[in-house]
């Protein structure tokens, strides 16, 4: 499904962040993204997207491809300087087009990650947690070039700090953010939601 419209905005009422995407072929999709689901999500984000960025430039064979491989620092230097110019050309004075109602909003439990710099392509597939153990968990997947990343990127960014939630990469933006090693990720539990 190819994106037509995406909106990431704070709801105080909720005290969630609520993304709303439209999509070319008709229909849109609603999801709530919780602060606990952001503490860990965020940071491993945006170092998925600094990754992304730094492949995608070594292979497209660009001057700075030599650059964004060589630290952590660097590659996040390198795609923050890259969403800075994605963004200026980006048009976020058109209002969202909203066309569903929210009362079968996806409460987010699992986010996968998908990152093919060679097919120019970054996808993220949101899941929530399903109802009874014989249900499937509803999914909403989509595919994003680097300007629609960036440009999604500083929305939810935008949204987290309208929230006050302390998230500590969107408050000091000196540190580049790391991902947790893979072992520690897997021994951690998933979050539990009363609602």
Same mark, same amino acid.
């Given at each position: 499904?190819h994106?037509?419209?995406?909106? %990431?905005q704070y *709801?105080p &009422?909720?005290? +969630? %962040?609520?993304? *709303?995407?439209?999509? +070319?072929? !008709?229909?849109e999709?609603? $999801?709530?993204?919780? *602060?606990? &689901?952001?503490?860990? /999500?965020?940071?491993?984000? *945006?170092?998925?997207? $600094?990754?992304?960025?730094?492949?995608?430039? #070594?292979?497209?064979?660009? #001057? #700075?491809s030599?650059?964004?491989? $060589?630290?952590?620092?660097?590659?996040?230097?390198?795609?923050?300087?890259? !969403?800075? #110019?994605?963004?200026?050309?980006?048009?976020?004075? @058109?209002?969202?087009?909203?066309?569903?109602?929210?009362?079968? =909003?996806?409460?987010?439990? =699992?986010?996968?990650?998908?990152?093919?710099?060679?097919?120019?392509?970054?996808? %993220?597939?949101?899941?929530?947690?399903?109802?009874?153990?014989?249900?499937?968990?509803?999914? &909403? @997947?989509?595919?994003?070039?680097?300007?629609?990343?960036?440009?999604?990127? @500083?929305?939810?960014?935008?949204?987290?700090?309208?929230?006050g939630?302390?998230?500590?990469?969107?408050?000091?933006?000196?540190?580049?953010?790391?991902?947790?090693?893979?072992?520690? /990720?897997?021994?951690?539990?998933?979050?539990?939601?009363?609602?």
């Amino acid at each position: 499904m190819h994106v037509h419209q995406i909106s %990431i905005q704070y *709801r105080p &009422l909720d005290d +969630r %962040i609520l993304l *709303r995407i439209s999509f +070319r072929e !008709g229909g849109e999709q609603t $999801a709530w993204l919780t *602060r606990r &689901l952001l503490l860990k /999500l965020w940071p491993l984000l *945006r170092n998925s997207v $600094a990754d992304f960025v730094a492949k995608l430039q #070594a292979a497209q064979g660009t #001057a #700075a491809s030599s650059v964004a491989v $060589a630290d952590d620092k660097t590659r996040q230097l390198l795609s923050d300087l890259r !969403g800075g #110019a994605s963004n200026e050309k980006a048009d976020f004075s @058109k209002p969202y087009a909203a066309a569903a109602s929210l009362e079968n =909003t996806m409460l987010v439990h =699992t986010v996968n990650l998908y990152s093919q710099p060679t097919k120019a392509s970054f996808a %993220i597939e949101l899941l929530d947690k399903p109802a009874t153990p014989d249900t499937q968990p509803r999914r &909403l @997947k989509w595919s994003m070039n680097e300007t629609t990343l960036h440009a999604s990127m @500083k929305l939810l960014e935008d949204a987290i700090q309208a929230s006050g939630w302390d998230i500590p990469s969107v408050t000091t933006t000196s540190e580049p953010a790391t991902a947790p090693d893979a072992d520690v /990720l897997q021994s951690m539990e998933r979050p539990k939601y009363l609602n």
